[in-house]
Nanobody
């Protein structure tokens, strides 16, 4: 079974940066069979999609993070990253790494349906003040 583990969260002042990492137990990030993404859930809010890596190595971003966040993956290290720049208080929340075993999920516009993702990490807290 696929296991995902996030790291890199923390507290930062507005305008600062953080880099989140996600490691997988299987070859999730080196395979084009999966759609992989970052989600977040702010206090009192529903879980929302942030960024996804599509099959052709292109990326999709939520409008709220476009131009500030960068999603990338390292197939050799089997790792997924989220570089977050110019952070704002509204970026506060628990950030989750997620993977779908259905590659077509990445072709959706947008690819943010929570139920389409079967594998989730426990999350890492990001607090921006």
């Amino acid at each position: 079974d696929v296991q995902l583990v996030e790291s890199g969260g923390g507290s930062v002042q507005a305008g600062g940066s953080l880099r989140l990492s996600c490691e997988a137990s299987g070859k999730v990030f080196s395979s084009n069979s999966y759609c992989i993404a970052w989600f977040r859930q702010g206090p009192g809010k529903e879980r929302e999609g942030v960024a996804a890596i599509t099959n052709d190595a292109g990326a999709a971003y939520a409008d709220s993070v476009q131009g500030r966040f960068i999603i990338s993956k390292d197939s050799e290290r089997n790792a997924l990253y989220l570089q977050m720049n110019n952070l704002a208080p509204e970026d506060t929340g628990v950030y989750y790494c997620a993977a779908s075993r259905y590659a077509w999920v990445c072709a959706l516009s947008p690819p943010w349906r929570v139920d389409d993702y079967q594998y989730w990490g426990e999350g890492t807290q990001v607090t921006v003040s």
